[in-house]
């Protein structure tokens, strides 16, 4: 548990570029990663997930993926269709590692801009190349700022 603590503890302080929190990471290094469907997304957040029809499907959020040059493979409406999961495949890694100068300003655009896209509602992003869950929501302790925290898990 003090290990837990102390990544958390280095994730938070390496979150300092403006406009993002970094305010939890799931998994420790060394241990063995769940199954997608066995993360905490789809155990304890997630529930009622209906995936869409990408062809017929019309969001803000789309938009904002697509003009920054992501590639959505799935989405899923969970929680009585107010909690999406979006399946895409990134240009840029989300996480307090890519926040240095080259892409910190892609990354917290593309925050500010998904979270405004879904009317400020938590969205969960399984990065489908890097095998990670990216948990967004709005800071309710910073404004303009958006909360993250990841989860990894096994192919």
């Known amino acids: 548990m003090q290990n837990k603590a102390l990544i958390t503890t280095i994730a938070l302080c390496l979150s300092l570029a403006k406009g993002v929190n970094v305010?939890?990471?799931?998994?420790?290094?060394?241990?063995s990663l769940p199954k997608l469907y066995q993360t905490n997304l789809y155990t304890k957040i997630a529930h009622n997930c209906k995936p869409v029809v990408l062809q017929n499907w019309v969001h803000p959020t789309r938009q904002v993926f697509e003009s920054m040059g992501n590639r959505i493979r799935k989405v899923e409406l969970?929680?009585?269709?107010?909690?999406?999961i979006f399946h895409v495949e990134m240009k840029v890694e989300i996480s307090y590692h890519s926040l240095d100068k080259?892409?910190?300003?892609?990354?917290?655009?593309?925050?500010?801009?998904?979270i405004r896209a879904n009317g400020g509602y938590p969205l969960a992003i399984v990065e489908v190349t890097d095998n990670k869950i990216v948990y967004m929501k709005k800071s309710t302790s910073r404004r303009g700022y958006t909360d993250l925290s990841y989860e990894e898990y096994a192919e």
């Open 23 to 31: 305010w939890a990471w799931d998994n420790l290094p060394g241990t």
């Open 78 to 84: 969970c929680n009585n269709k107010i909690f999406p």
């Open 102 to 114: 080259q892409t910190s300003k892609y990354v917290r655009k593309l925050l500010h801009d998904l």
